[in-house]
């Protein structure tokens, strides 16, 4: 059904997307074309630097969540396990991220219940995070017009933020009705690690953002504030999520950004300047996926060694 459903999508989406080309693809071919395209290398350099740092800070997160749920897996294990499961958001469903996580969490002792519960924790901070960011962004930029699906985005990532606290509280409430009354913490994310979390998060977000500020002046469009482009990274980010079955949200996050940045003569230019920025995060993520490889290949080693039954 999850894949039925999936190819469904992905058809509609594909209709929509030569519907949108059809009736906006000539104008937009004639902007790019006609646009005086001013490339400063430099700025191309720092901008591509930023995006692999925020990808070599995001898997800080994954880790504090994996060590409050108990795993002793090493670092250079799950940030591995990090770098190649981030593969799977770009197959239909983006079920095969959460798996793989999840996955070399059971494969490293946790129970079953703590490993699926890992990827889930992971996204709730990382939403909560991504709507702090873009809030705060969106209110020191004056407040530009958003849509009613953003704003509606934007909400319930801010309703997230404000469960966070109550998870630990619920947590032992819910095991001590299970256990009943017990000196034994149950494994879990405190205010503080919930907090620690966020905050590597939100630096992920804010490095985005200025990286792509700088990508959009080194191509010469500079029209473009840094908090407007705060603002439309993680927007783009939770809005290309929401759409599950699309592969790595391609297209929708773009979409967004363009939607949020260009005005009447720079969508074309706007639009191939964020799918050039799009393709160099991608090529990071295979990169640093590739690298990885040889912890993750160490799990399943160690996996295989042990006696069945």
């Known amino acids: 059904m999850v894949r039925t459903l999936g190819r469904v999508a992905l058809v ?3 209709a929509l997307a030569v ?8 104008d937009w071919y004639q902007q790019a074309t006609e646009y005086g395209w001013d490339l400063d290398p430099l700025l191309v350099v720092v901008s591509i630097i930023l995006v692999l740092a925020s990808l070599l800070i995001v898997p800080a997160g994954w880790v504090m969540i994996a060590r409050a749920l108990g795993s002793d897996l090493q670092t250079n294990v799950l940030r591995g ?3 190649t499961s981030q593969l799977g958001r770009y197959i239909p469903g983006k079920i ?8 070399a969490l ?5 129970s079953s219940l703590r490993a699926a519960s890992a990827p889930i924790l992971e996204l709730m901070h990382t939403v909560a995070s991504a709507g702090l960011v873009a809030f705060l962004a969106l209110l020191l930029a004056g407040g530009p017009m958003l849509s009613s699906t953003l704003w509606t985005i934007l909400l319930v990532s801010g309703v997230l933020l404000l469960l966070l606290p109550f998870l630990r509280p ?8 299970r256990f009943g009354p017990t000196d034994r913490e149950p494994a879990g994310l405190s205010l503080g690690d919930s907090s620690k979390v966020v905050l590597v998060y939100a630096i992920v977000w804010i490095l985005r953002g200025i990286s792509l500020w700088l990508w959009l002046r ?18 783009s980010w939770m809005a290309g999520y929401a759409t599950f079955f699309v592969p790595g949200g391609v297209g929708v996050r773009e979409a967004v950004i363009v939607a949020l940045l260009a005005n009447g003569t720079s969508a074309g230019p706007l639009l191939l300047a964020v799918l050039g920025q799009r393709l160099v995060l ?6 640093l996926a590739s690298l990885s490889f040889r912890s993750v290949a160490s799990l399943i080693g160690r996996r295989g060694e042990k006696p069945i039954g």
């Open 12 to 14: 509609l989406l594909g």
């Open 19 to 26: 519907f949108v080309l059809a009736h906006h693809g000539r």
């Open 81 to 83: 396990t990090w770098f």
């Open 96 to 103: 095969w991220l959460f798996v793989g996580r999840a996955g």
């Open 106 to 110: 059971r494969s490293g002792g946790i």
């Open 170 to 177: 619920v947590q032992k409430l819910v095991y001590r009705l």
């Open 218 to 235: 080194s191509l010469g469009l500079g029209d473009q504030g840094i908090l407007l482009c705060m603002t439309a990274v993680p927007l």
């Open 282 to 287: 991608g090529v990071c993520e295979v990169v």
